[in-house]
């Protein structure tokens, strides 16, 4: 036996991933594929050899074969959500003295009576979870999960798993993150996982309430306690989310006399309604998210060290979009999805070059920013694939030249950043490498990376 697979090795490892009706993938040690057989490409409708040297999740949905090469661990039958079906996949690391090397991949796909009716059964199953997830946020006020955040980037993954190390448990966490990261989808998520989740979630936009109805926001007040005030009185949000979370959002801007009165309430954990000398024992676990450096407010002495301490227990960094380019595919296409179903647009997919330059473009608004993108775009296309044209303006290749109001300099700085910011993410943020893919020397590109604050 062992004779006859030597002899015929290669008809044998031919047979195994061409012709069998399996899709086969194998990537190396940094999760570019390094092979895809043709039934693969054929489902995936992309050609092999653009596919080849890309990394997984650029072409497989939800792939986590990248994963796999760096946890080093085998992933059997896990369900996986491609090009509209749930498919069988078993991921399998490959080791050579030891070491990682690489992973392949197999995905189950024939679409046989038998499978079909599985994968309905399996859909209807899932709809009926997320029923009950529905439901269930209804009651307590958080409306997303985990499961609701998008991506599997090493970067995303990291800030994950995180979040669920430290869910369980009151200890204080804080958010950070440029605007349109996420944050408040993290936040939502702590409190499904933590033991407070039958219990409420309270968010308060401390950027969005006037200076001077902030207090009896967070606080409540009694009835007639001020002109104006309601007859019967205000619960606060501290009181509302009692036994839950209270999600501080912007907590950058929140005014210092405010401040103080949550510093004591968590101290205390006892309030006191506006006009009320009667104090009322609170439990609420802190959330807060901001974008802005809390450290740089409190040398500007417009945030209070002790409260910074008091909510800075557990610090969680979002990651923006440029950083992790991994998500950039499977978030809009995912985005795409949600807007087709729900305006009845039969928008299904985008053009590669669309993609190319998602990929490439630096997301300053980040998912929102996307989102936004995604949205215009399902609304101004003519057909069933968003082309570049569909893009808004500033994202259409002349605009730059357009824009009277850039100067010549401007013009060659905003490339420079964007090559630089490109290389350094092909590098994997190696410097020299970067240099190098840019034809530069190690200390001119130091200068510029300097310069320009890279
Ligand atoms: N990983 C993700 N998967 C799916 N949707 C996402 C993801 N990250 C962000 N979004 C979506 O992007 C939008 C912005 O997210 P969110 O409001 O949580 O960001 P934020 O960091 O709190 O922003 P801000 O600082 O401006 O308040 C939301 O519609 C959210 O649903």
Redesign the pocket.
């Known amino acids: 036996m062992l004779s006859t697979i030597t002899q015929n090795k290669e008809a044998i490892i031919e047979t195994v991933f061409e012709k069998s009706h399996f899709c086969f993938v194998a990537v190396d040690e940094n999760g570019i594929i390094t092979f895809l057989n043709d039934n693969y490409c054929r489902f995936l409708e992309v050609v092999r050899e653009e596919a080849i040297g890309k990394h997984v999740t650029e072409v497989i949905e939800n792939s986590r074969m990248h994963i796999v090469v760096k946890t080093g661990e085998e992933e059997i039958a896990d369900l996986q959500y491609i090009r509209g079906n749930h498919m069988i996949a078993n991921r399998i690391p490959v080791f050579s003295d030891g070491e990682v090397v690489g992973a392949v991949g197999t995905v189950l796909y024939r679409d046989t009576k038998e499978w079909m009716k599985m994968n309905t059964h399996i859909k209807n199953l899932l709809l009926e979870l997320e029923n009950y997830r529905k439901q269930l946020r209804k009651q307590t006020g958080a409306s ?1 999960s985990l499961h ?4 599997s980037s090493v970067k ?1 993954n990291e800030v994950k798993e995180k979040i669920i190390k430290t869910s369980s448990g009151d200890v204080s966490i804080l ?1 950070i ?11 939502h998520s702590i409190h499904q996982l933590s033991e407070r989740h039958n219990k409420p979630f309270v968010k308060v936009n401390c950027a969005a309430i006037p200076e001077h109805l902030l207090e009896s926001e967070l606080f409540g007040y009694e009835g007639g306690a001020f002109t104006g005030a309601k007859k019967e009185g205000k619960m606060g949000k501290f009181e509302m989310a009692d036994g839950g979370t209270l999600f501080l ?2 907590i950058a801007d929140m005014p210092l006399n405010a401040q103080v009165k949550i510093l004591r309430a968590l101290q205390e954990r006892e309030i006191e309604r506006i006009g009320s000398e009667e104090t009322r024992k609170i439990d609420v676990r802190i959330v807060a ?1 901001t ?1 802005q450096s809390l450290e740089k407010l409190i040398e500007q002495d417009r945030f209070r060290e002790d409260l910074y301490y008091r909510i800075n227990v557990v610090r969680i960094t ?1 990651p923006p979009l440029r950083e992790r380019p991994e ?1 950039i595919r499977v ?1 809009a296409k ?2 795409l999805r949600n807007i087709s179903n729900r305006t009845g647009n039969r928008v299904i997919d985008f053009e590669q070059d669309v993609l190319d330059f998602f990929l490439h473009y630096d997301w300053p608004g ?3 920013e ?2 936004n993108v995604v949205e215009s775009a399902v609304h101004l296309t003519n057909s069933e694939i968003i082309t570049r044209n569909d893009l808004p303006e500033h994202m259409q290749p002349e605009m730059v030249f357009k824009d009277h109001r850039n100067s010549l300099k401007d013009i060659l700085e905003k490339t420079e950043i964007k090559a630089i910011r490109a290389a350094l993410r092909q590098a994997g943020g190696d410097k020299v490498k970067a240099a190098k893919l840019l034809g530069i020397g190690k200390s001119s590109f130091y200068e510029k990376t300097k310069k320009y604050g890279i």
């Open positions: 997303y609701d955040i998008v991506g995303l958010l993150g440029e605007s349109g990261t996420g944050k408040e989808l993290f936040a959002d912007e998210a974008n979002i998500d978030l995912y985005i980040n998912v929102r996307l989102e």
